[in-house]
């Protein structure tokens, strides 16, 4: 996973819970994780740290694991609004922008990163009700949830997002529908 993911999850546990609580989750996890903690946007490591990082704020924060890595993801689409804003300026809203994700954001960034280790979303549209079914090797359905509802607040809309479990709880596969209301 790109070090870029593991940055902004550092970040953001410093801001909506203290630097602290970031050095802290670190350290405790530090002998589970092959890299020490220490990580820089250009590197690529394993997911499992990321997991094991949030395990941790789960423990610290008594917060469940699955709600963090939500909110991470909500952080997550503001963050690459900053980073990527041409991918949101080229369409007018949430579910035009969801449904590019896997057919054209995803393959650029592909292209950019040729090492980045992607999902799959196979998309169906409805007018204003999009279906987004998640599948991937690793457990991140959260995260898609996450970056859905981020989404959605950066085009102002206001979502209703449905889960459907497909993965006998691994969380990584997920069908979405998502209505606009
Ligand atoms: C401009 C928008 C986006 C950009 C630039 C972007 C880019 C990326 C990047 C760089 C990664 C990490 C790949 C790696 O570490 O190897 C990633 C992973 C991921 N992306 Fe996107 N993404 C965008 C939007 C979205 C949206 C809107 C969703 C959800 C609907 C999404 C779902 C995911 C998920 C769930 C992962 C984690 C990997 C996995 O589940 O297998 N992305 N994306």
Not at 22 to 27: G, K, P, V
């Amino acid at each position: 996973m790109k070090g870029i993911v593991f940055s902004e999850f550092i970040e953001m546990v410093e801001d909506k819970f203290s630097p602290e609580i970031a050095d802290q989750i670190i350290q405790s996890a530090s002998g589970r994780l092959k890299t020490g903690g220490s990580y820089t946007s250009v590197g690529v490591y394993d997911h499992i740290e990321l997991v094991e990082l949030v395990k941790e704020l789960s423990a610290v924060s008594n917060i469940p694991v699955d709600d963090l890595v939500t909110t991470f993801g909500v952080h997550l689409a503001g963050r690459f609004s900053v980073l990527y804003p041409t991918f949101f300026e080229g369409v007018t809203s949430t579910l035009d922008f969801l449904e590019s994700v896997d057919n054209h954001i995803h393959i650029e960034v592909k292209k950019l990163y040729p090492g980045a280790e992607l999902p799959e979303f196979k998309t169906e549209r409805n007018g204003s009700q999009l279906i987004m079914e998640y599948s991937s090797t690793r457990p991140f359905s959260s995260l898609a949830k996450g970056l859905i509802e981020g989404s959605g607040l950066y085009y102002g809309e206001t979502l209703e997002v449905e889960a459907e479990d497909l993965s006998k709880g691994l969380g990584n596969h997920m069908r979405f529908t998502i209505t606009r209301v």
